[in-house]
């Protein structure tokens, strides 16, 4: 485990470029357990060629929200792995308007091997709910 934290916290295995997290430039804020808060400071490369915020980046931030929302904050504990997820886009935003993004996501049931999520996208400023996902998450056991 201590492996695996090492690689999220560097970005990847060793030699190797930085992974995804470090690539989207999103972190994770301070919420009570089973809830988490993701912010990403918005940059050109989040849109779309109509300047608009790319619908991936929003999926993103619900996945990751759900997936932290079960998971310990220094990752050594739990490993999960998303299932299933499904999302709702309410409105686009772009640079001009936003200049970041917030998802907020709650655990709505856990069980023994899988936990589900519900998670909310919200532009900064102004707070207006650009969409909204559940997520399922799959808990690697420990060995």
Sequence with gaps: MEKIKQQYEVGGREGSAPHFKALLGFERLESPEGSAIVELKLRQEHCNFKGTVH?????TLID???YWAGVKKDVSEHIASTVSMNCSFLRGTGLAQTTSLRAEAQITKRGRSMYFSTIKVYACPGGEMLA???GVFSVAQPR
């Design 55 to 59: 619908g991936g980046v929003v999926m």
């Design 64 to 66: 990751v929200a759900g």
């Design 132 to 134: 909204s996902g559940q």
